[in-house]
C-alpha cells in the first residue's frame, strides 16, 4: 500500500514508518515538525536504507492537504499528528482543539475527494476518562479530563460520524496506553521540548545527568506501593500495531474498529525506576512530590481484543522498554540533533 503517515517525524510516527517501508509498503511523510527535528528523517532513512518522501507543513492547511492527495496516490493515511501535553492543553485550549480537530478535518475532507478509505487514528486511553475500571475495555464510555483528551474523543466521534455518512470508510481508533521505549539501534527514541511531561522521558534524562531527581507525582495511591501505575508499551510493539491493523482494515466489513493497543500489565512509578536503575547501572534520586492534578491511580488495558482480531500482541518487557530507552538516552544525551 501506499501509505501517508501524518506526524511521520514524531516518536510513534517514526518507529512506524521505519516497520512499515520494512513491511514493503510505500511511505509518505507528512510534518510539520512543530514537535519534531529534521535530523530524524536521515535516521529513518538509515535504518530503511531508503530515502524518505517527505512533505513539511501543516495539516492544518487544507489547500496543501488537498494538493498532496492530488499528487499523490494514496491507499490509506494512518495520523499521529497533533499536539499531545496534556498541561499545555489546559493553558492553551483553543490552539488544541484547532490543531488537532483541524488535522483531522483536512484529511477526512481530502481523503473523500480522492476515494482514500482506510485510516488508522492515534486515540489514546485517556478517552476512558476519570475514573475507569481496569483493565480497561473498548466499549467503556468515552469522556475526558483535560481538553487534550476531549480533542482525542472529539476525534474518535468525526471519524464515527464521517463512516455513517460514507459507509465506505474502514477506520481503526487505536487507543494507546503508555508508549516508552526505542528502537534497538539507539538511534531513534523520544525526544521532549523542554522538561519532560511524562514519566519515562524524565526518568533517562535524570539517568543520563540532564536532571537531578525524579518528582514522584504521590505515593498515597491504592497501589502496590501507593505511586500511579500505568501499561507502559515499547513504542515498537506499539508501530507493530498500526502495521496489523491497518492489514485488517482491508479485510473486514466493519466502518468503525477500536483496539486498545495496550500490554495488560501495570507498572508503578518506583518500579519503573527501578528497572531503568538496573538498565543503566546506577541509583537515580528521586522524592516524593504532592498528587499531579488529574491523575489516576491505576490505567492498563485488557488488550484481548486485538489479540483476537488482529493476531497482535505486545512481546517487550519493562526491562526491554528501559534497555532500550537508555540506549538512546545515552548515545543522545541531548535528543536529536537540530
Ligand atoms: N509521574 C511522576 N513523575 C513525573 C511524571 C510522571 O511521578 O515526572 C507519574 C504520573 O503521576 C503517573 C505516571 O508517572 O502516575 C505516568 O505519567 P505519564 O505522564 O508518563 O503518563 P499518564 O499519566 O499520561 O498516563
Same mark, same amino acid.
Given at each position: 500500500?501506499?501509505? &501517508? ?24 511523510? $507528512? ?50 499528528? /497533533?499536539?499531545?501535553?496534556?498541561? !499545555?492543553? $489546559? ?16 484529511? +477526512?475532507?481530502? *481523503? ?18 476519570? #475514573?475507569?475500571? $481496569?483493565?480497561?475495555?473498548?466499549? &467503556?464510555?468515552?469522556? =475526558?479530563?483535560?481538553?487534550?483528551? %476531549?480533542?482525542?474523543? *472529539? ?7 464521517? =463512516? ?34 511524562? +514519566? ?5 534524562? $535524570? ?7 525524579? /518528582?514522584?507525582?504521590?505515593? #498515597? ?9 500505568? @501499561? ?13 491493523? &491497518? ?5 473486514? @466489513? !466493519?466502518?468503525?474498529?477500536? %483496539? ?9 512509578? &518506583? ?42 500482541? =505486545? ?8 534497555? #532500550? ?9 541531548? /535528543?536529536?540533533?537540530?
Amino acid at each position: 500500500m501506499r501509505v &501517508l503517515v501524518s506526524g511521520g517525524a514524531g516518536f510513534i510516527g517514526s518507529h512506524t514508518v521505519v516497520q512499515l517501508v520494512a513491511a514493503g509498503h510505500d511511505v509518505v511523510v $507528512v510534518d510539520s515538525f512543530a514537535n519534531s527535528k529534521r535530523s530524524v528523517v536521515a535516521r529513518i532513512e538509515a535504518l530503511t536504507g531508503r530515502p524518505v518522501e517527505l512533505h513539511a507543513f501543516d495539516l492544518t492547511d487544507r489547500d496543501k492537504t488537498e494538493r498532496l492527495f492530488g499528487e499523490e496516490a494514496l491507499d490509506a493515511v494512518i495520523h499521529f499528528a /497533533g499536539y499531545k501535553a496534556v498541561g !499545555e492543553s $489546559v493553558e492553551r485550549p483553543v490552539d488544541y482543539y484547532e490543531n488537532n480537530l483541524g488535522t483531522t478535518f483536512s484529511l +477526512l475532507r481530502a *481523503m473523500s475527494r480522492h476515494g482514500v478509505s482506510t485510516m488508522v487514528f492515534s486515540s489514546s486511553a485517556t478517552v476512558y476518562g476519570a #475514573d475507569p475500571p $481496569v483493565p480497561m475495555q473498548e466499549d &467503556l464510555p468515552t469522556s =475526558a479530563t483535560n481538553p487534550y483528551g %476531549w480533542t482525542k474523543v *472529539m476525534q474518535e466521534q468525526i471519524f464515527r460520524d464521517a =463512516a455513517v455518512a460514507d459507509p465506505s470508510l474502514r477506520i481503526a481508533l487505536l487507543r494507546y496506553f503508555n508508549p516508552v521505549g526505542a528502537h534497538p539501534s539507539g538511534t531513534m527514541g523520544e525526544d521532549p521540548s523542554g522538561i519532560p511531561n511524562n +514519566l519515562m522521558p524524565f526518568i533517562a534524562q $535524570v539517568a543520563v545527568g540532564r536532571r537531578e531527581r525524579l /518528582g514522584v507525582f504521590g505515593n #498515597d495511591y491504592p497501589t502496590v506501593d501507593g505511586t500511579g501505575v500505568r @501499561d507502559y508499551i515499547h513504542v515498537e510493539d506499539l508501530a507493530a500495531g498500526h502495521i496489523a491493523a &491497518l492489514h485488517r482494515l482491508t479485510q473486514t @466489513d !466493519e466502518p468503525v474498529s477500536v %483496539w486498545n493497543l495496550g500490554t495488560g500489565q501495570g507498572t508503578s512509578v &518506583l518500579e519503573l525506576l527501578h528497572a531503568f536503575e538496573r538498565a543503566c547501572g546506577h541509583e537515580l534520586p528521586y522524592e516524593v512530590l504532592p498528587r499531579r492534578a488529574g491523575d489516576i491511580a491505576e490505567s492498563y488495558a485488557d488488550p484481548s481484543r486485538a489479540h483476537a482480531e488482529l493476531g497482535w500482541r =505486545a512481546v517487550k518487557t519493562i526491562d526491554d522498554m528501559c534497555r #532500550d530507552t537508555w540506549r538512546w538516552q545515552s548515545q543522545n544525551p541531548e /535528543g536529536y540533533p537540530e
